[in-house]
């Protein structure tokens, strides 16, 4: 593991797509999965969505899906493959995400009231993500009416409700088309 690199996917001919989409397939829960024609549709047409391989030589270890929006990244999925898992992978994938774009990201987290949820929210707060305080709540793909609870974490600084809101509403109108 001396370097990570992390490629955009552009299409479904791109040598990696089979093993990137498997492991979004495996590491997402179905409510929480965009189906994979609208990943297709998105990488094809809309310049602000990417879809990224994390490399290790040639071996595929993770994936980021991303929107690039107006005064910030917005991390849709980060995911390691299943044999990657607890490995570092997570924090060099994310420290090159850092790095490389410069912007503000935010991201979205599950309510920390399970093991894996603080898990998961203790993973993004070492990376100096910050929880922010704010109602939430994530549409499901199959029906944008129908939504659940969710937090918001943005990196490097912790922002205001009025920024919030923004963010949330470009979240909601780009990434969820609604």
């Known amino acids: 593991m001396d370097e990570i ?4 996917i552009v299409n479904t001919n791109d040598k990696v797509w089979e093993e990137a989409i ?3 397939e ?7 999965k965009r189906p994979i024609e609208q990943h297709i549709q998105l990488m094809e047409e809309n310049l602000s969505f990417q879809f990224y391989a ?4 040639e071996r595929v270890v993770g994936i980021v899906v991303l929107w690039k929006l107006s005064g910030f990244i917005y991390l849709d999925y980060l995911a390691t493959s299943s044999d990657s898992r607890n490995k ?5 994938i994310m420290r090159q995400l850092q790095d490389t774009f410069g912007e503000p990201i935010v ?3 599950e309510i920390p009231d399970n093991e894996l949820s603080e898990r998961r929210v203790g ?3 070492r990376l100096g993500f910050n929880l922010l305080d704010f109602p939430y709540f994530m549409p499901k793909y199959n029906n944008p009416k129908e939504q659940f609870p969710m937090l918001l974490m943005s990196f490097p600084d912790m922002i205001d409700q009025n920024t919030c809101r923004y963010v949330m509403n470009q979240i909601h109108t780009n990434a969820y088309n609604i």
């Not at 570092?88 to 060099?92: D, E, S, T, V």
């Open 5 to 8: 690199k992390i490629v955009r």
């Open 22 to 24: 498997q492991i979004y």
């Open 26 to 32: 495996e590491a997402f829960p179905v409510v929480e």
């Open 54 to 57: 994390a490399m290790d030589n």
């Open 88 to 92: 570092g992978y997570g924090k060099i």
């Open 107 to 109: 991201l979205e987290v």
């Open 123 to 125: 993973f993004y707060t």
